[in-house]
């Protein structure tokens, strides 16, 4: 028995570029040419912004609202680091005692165990570079107690006072899409930012030095004591591999719900770029996808 074939008649040339662009519509470029699509880019939402003007240059679902992984670690970073300021902490000499709640976090760790004894400029290194969640834990203890104590406010719990901090912020810096329910990053359905917020609070924090110092370590030596006063050496590698590509840094992120998340600093002789990548297919795309974006930026604005 014969079955009936039906041949579809041939596209035109104008029905194959339409079908095209229907194809790359997912990776076409805010703010690009109109003939220029972006390289293909698995990441839920990402941007392109000037890291000097705030500019957006290029972007795709900038706004979308998602889950961040440790990309919170930078809002934890900024709130501590201008509560140093404001209470004028020399975080070199000023120590912070590491609680059993914030060396059991869980997640990537800066290896701090209960008793530990750690200075503030460590902490912001055991942050930053292996990604520490006991060091984002430590620091927003320490410093929910100093600010509380500083303000004369009782009767709180020092962490979520903390958190308050991090969302009054965010919403300083017109953060909109972004809410904190945490300081290091883990799934929580709360802890929600954007693209184009992660971008704003990155340029916000390039401008200081001692961020980009941080950020911009390969490899950070401490020295810790112990609860029983003993000392012992700890080495944190950063964990963000455009180290070695030319980047500057800024921070890796990863949950099972946020995916792979990378925000990233470059600079050439005249221009500076921050891009942010959230939401990845593996870990792996969010290096060679932001190398990408980089490259097809430079070649559309040279």
């Known amino acids: 028995m014969k079955s009936n074939h039906f041949r579809q008649k ?72 201008n509560m140093c300021h404001t209470m004028n902490v020399q975080t070199n000499n000023t120590y912070a005692e590491v609680s059993l709640q914030a060396s059991l976090v869980g997640g990537t760790t800066a290896d701090l165990l209960k008793g530990d004894v750690v200075s503030i400029e460590d902490l912001f290194y055991g942050l930053m570079l292996p990604s520490g969640n006991d060091a984002a834990m430590t620091l927003a203890e320490n410093f929910g107690i100093y600010a509380m104590y500083q303000n004369k406010i009782k009767g709180k719990n020092p962490l979520i006072y903390f958190i308050q901090e991090m969302n009054n912020k965010a919403r300083e810096l017109r953060m909109n899409q972004t809410t904190y329910a945490n300081p290091h990053g883990l799934n929580n359905k709360n802890n929600l930012s954007s693209a184009y917020d992660v971008s704003k609070l990155c340029n916000q ?77 593996n870990q792996e795309d969010r290096w060679s996808e932001t190398m990408s974006l980089l490259q097809w930026c430079l070649s559309q604005i040279q």
């Open 10 to 81: 041939p596209k035109s040339e104008e029905e194959r570029l339409e079908s095209r662009l229907q194809q790359v519509k997912n990776t076409y470029l805010i703010g690009a040419d109109e003939k220029s699509f972006a390289p293909r880019i698995t990441a839920k939402s990402w941007i392109i912004v000037d890291s000097q003007s705030g500019d957006v240059l290029y972007s795709f679902n900038e706004n979308q609202r998602r889950e961040i992984a440790s990309i919170t670690k930078i809002m934890t970073f900024y709130v501590v680091i």
């Open 205 to 281: 924090l390039l401008k200081d030095d001692f961020f980009r110092k941080v950020v911009n370590t390969k490899i950070h030596f401490s020295t810790i004591q112990d609860e029983e006063g003993f000392t012992r050496d700890v080495i944190w590698e950063n964990t963000n591999k455009l180290l070695y590509q030319g980047f500057k840094g800024i921070k890796t992120g990863f949950t099972s719900v946020a995916g792979p998340c990378l925000a990233s600093y470059y600079q050439t002789a005249s221009r500076s770029f921050t891009i942010v990548i959230l939401g990845c297919r």
